[in-house]
């Protein structure tokens, strides 16, 4: 995973509450394209 995206979700899921963690990393596994599920930590 690219560390630009790594490093913007190591600092957004601290902020977020459960519910809007779940939107937030369905957002970026979808804009990851192919894999992006797999690839995004779940915090």
């Known amino acids: ?3 630009i995206v790594e ?3 190591k600092r ?3 902020m977020l ?3 809007q963690r779940r ?3 369905a957002t970026e596994a979808e804009s990851l394209g ?3 599920l797999t ?3 779940t915090g």
């Open 23 to 25: 939107i937030y990393l």
């Open 7 to 9: 490093n913007r979700i």
């Open 39 to 41: 690839s995004t930590p």
């Open 1 to 3: 995973m690219d560390s």
């Open 34 to 36: 192919c894999g992006g």
């Open 12 to 14: 957004m899921l601290p």
């Open 17 to 19: 509450d459960e519910k």
